[in-house]
């Protein structure tokens, strides 16, 4: 692998490969590397999506299998940490609801970091461009309606609805309204409060992975490697072991796990704690595997009548006919597997009990507007999936209780300086007063949905459920059955500069280091409501299209200022693209600041500037909308301008104070 590369990308997981294939389409004539610890995840038997239950377990090579250190408040169990290894990373192992959760968890997110990037209306552009929504079908249009979406969203994610409408689902749906609760018909609309139909990653019974839907057909100036496993960054961060980077840059998205180890056995993270494993720093970042922030779940389940028409009857009777089942899909997608269980319907839902609760009063403020923004759910309910309770064919109905906005955090860190050794990984699962309050009466309520008067009427018992509802009894039943969901997140937070222990700014740049990004869940700065799939295309989205000012213009509307017969500019064109957004409060269009930027990069180049690009920055006019008004950069004068303004930002986000100095006074770092 001595090849010289402009991007690399380590871990192809849903960020990874969504962004290497955005670089390697935008950035044709540059070379893009995508490298990847397991294999390629293509084995047909491990695809069909109505086995996607059991694919973590029975798929070889395609899971990490980590564990946590034993947690204090479930029992000193190690729980289990399934993550994803190989092509797709957890979309290759995932159960495929997909989600993009409430709005408020993006606008806060926008708040923390101190740009708008974040705020919802821009993240809702940001899916329309991901997902291809289909039409829902007749039967359920009663309790799906996607508005516009259908007609908007063209991405690469296919994200499907039931294939087979049962009619059960909709008098599941009627019946739990009439017993008083909302109907969500859309749970991606930004307001997921109520009761609706999940939406999942899957097409034509296969689970759409981050490789299926973003790697085929991908340029050939992208090169995919799996079975590497990156084992550090060298030097000042420009460079990986065995592959060498020239004036390229380098993506961690290996996960909230993996990109903090990469980082620490680098020498990237706290000082003290790297020498206590005789690990020389190269850079001193506390906050590097800090915040591990993730969400726990229980399953409740109720035994029902013989012959009561629940989805569990289409479950095969025993593991002979399921191999069957397997065998007939591969074979032509068709049978148990292309129906059974496949539809699930989802909740999110608000608890009065608990924000009446001492523990949610003893929140700061900011939180406590947080948990209480119009469209904040305090848990998740999924029901309609299987579980592991009951023997088929007794039919059952499950549902999980996932307690949402937890607020303990833990930590990764390493056990040695043994790259082979896994991380060492401890969320502290409900070491907050608050959180084992939002699990009791997540629970509590949970009990209660099952017990609601359209559901009893064919109940024989309950399978799994706590001893009564009393804060003893289902804390004890928490405590020993509780596990994780595998949406862990903030372990290489995003922050403003001055904020506690930031990692990466919201350039994704890790802080202090030349041509080094990380972009996945490791980035969030709190734990966020949607699922982990939906939410890690944001990071890759805004990192392929703004970060890096796109040098391609296929697409792109053209300047409304421009002649007849002159093309688009690619400055005017990639900044149409982009959402609007400020510096320290300035427009963009600023000219002061565009020329505090370029004296930067002539000092950068020893006075070398390109002295026509000068003249066109000098007169640079940008509206609010971040549009360019220019058109008569010639091709190469473009790129030189992309190249500047992509430094000029990241130097604003980075050194903010600099920018009203005197040019003497800016550091001899450059970006």
Not at 87 to 109: E, M, Q
Not at 570 to 599: C, H
Request: hydrophobic share 40%.
């Amino acid at each position: 692998m001595g090849d010289a590369y402009d991007f690399m990308i380590v871990g192809a997981g849903p960020a990874g490969c969504l962004l290497a294939c955005r670089l390697a389409t935008a950035f044709k004539s540059d070379r893009i590397l995508l490298i990847e610890a397991g294999g390629d995840n293509k084995a047909t038997e491990y695809q069909g999506f109505g086995d996607r239950n059991f694919t973590l377990a029975t798929a070889p090579g395609f899971n990490w299998g980590y564990k946590t250190v034993p947690q204090e408040h479930l029992g000193q169990r190690e729980v289990d940490y399934s993550r994803g290894k190989g092509l797709g990373g957890s979309t290759a192992i995932n159960f495929c609801v997909w989600t993009r959760g409430p709005s408020s968890d993006y606008n806060r997110w926008a708040e923390i970091v101190g740009d708008d990037t974040w705020c919802w209306p821009n993240v809702e552009e940001r899916y329309k461009k991901i997902e291809k929504i289909p039409q829902p079908s007749e039967d359920s249009q009663r309790y799906v309606d996607f508005g516009d979406k259908v007609a908007c969203a063209h991405g690469e994610v296919e994200v499907s609805l039931p294939k087979k409408w049962d009619a059960e689902f909709g008098s599941f749906l009627d019946n739990t309204q009439h017993d008083g609760y909302p109907r969500a018909l859309d749970i991606n609309s930004g307001n997921p409060i109520g009761l609706g139909v999940v939406q999942s990653s899957a097409a034509n019974g296969s689970r759409v992975t981050a490789a299926t839907a973003h790697l085929s057909g991908a340029p050939k100036n992208l090169t995919v490697l799996t079975g590497q496993v990156v084992v550090k960054v060298i030097g000042d961060g420009s460079k990986i072991q065995g592959v060498v980077m020239e004036s390229g840059t380098m993506f961690l998205s290996a996960g909230a796990l993996d990109t903090p180890k990469i980082l620490l056995l680098s020498g990237i993270g706290s000082k003290s704690k790297l020498e206590e494993l005789e690990i020389p720093c190269i850079r001193d970042l506390p906050g590097i595997g800090k915040n591990l922030y993730d969400r726990l779940f229980m399953e409740l389940v109720t035994v029902h009548k013989p012959g009561t028409p629940h989805r569990t009857s289409y479950l095969p009777s025993s593991l002979g006919t399921l191999d069957e089942a397997r065998k007939q899909w591969a074979q032509d997608e068709t049978g148990p597997f292309s129906e059974f269980f496949l539809p699930q319907m989802i909740g999110y839902l608000k608890s009065k009990a608990l924000v009446e609760s001492e523990e949610f009063k003893a929140l700061t403020p900011e939180v406590q507007a947080a948990l209480q923004a119009k469209t904040s759910p305090h848990f998740e309910l999924i029901s309609h999936s299987l579980s592991a309770s009951v023997a088929s064919p007794e039919q059952y109905l499950y549902a999980i209780a996932g307690f949402m906005s937890l607020q303990s955090s833990g930590t990764v860190t390493l056990r040695s300086k043994d790259s082979s050794d896994p991380p060492l990984v401890d969320p502290k699962f409900l070491d907050e007063a608050f959180d084992r309050r939002i699990a009791i009466e997540a629970v509590r309520e949970t009990f209660k949905f099952l017990n609601s008067p359209s559901l009893t009427k064919d109940h024989v018992r309950f399978a799994a459920e706590p001893e009564s509802l009393s804060d003893e009894d289902i804390w004890a039943f928490v405590s020993k059955a509780a596990n994780s969901m595998w949406h862990t997140c903030g372990t290489v937070a995003m922050g403003k500069p001055h904020s506690p222990d930031p990692c990466v700014n919201t350039d994704f740049r890790v802080i202090g280091l030349k041509g080094l990004r990380v972009v996945d869940m490791s980035v969030a700065p709190f734990l966020s409501r949607p699922r982990e799939r939906a939410t890690l295309l944001n990071p890759a989205k805004i990192s392929s299209d703004v970060t890096y000012i796109r040098r391609d213009v296929a697409g792109n509307a053209a300047d409304p200022n421009a002649s007849a017969t002159a093309p688009p500019s690619y400055v005017s064109t990639v900044f149409a693209a982009m959402p609007p957004r400020s510096i320290l409060g300035k427009p963009l269009g600023n000219a002061a600041f565009w020329q505090e930027a370029l004296d930067f990069d002539a000092q950068r180049n020893s006075g070398k500037a390109n002295q026509n690009v000068y003249q066109q920055l000098a007169f640079l006019q940008l509206n609010e909308n971040a549009a360019v008004s220019f058109t008569s950069f010639a091709e190469p004068d473009a790129l030189q301008m992309s190249s500047l303004i992509s430094r000029a930002l990241q130097y604003a986000q980075i050194y903010p104070a600099q920018l009203t100095q005197p040019q003497a006074a800016y550091p001899a770092e450059t970006l």
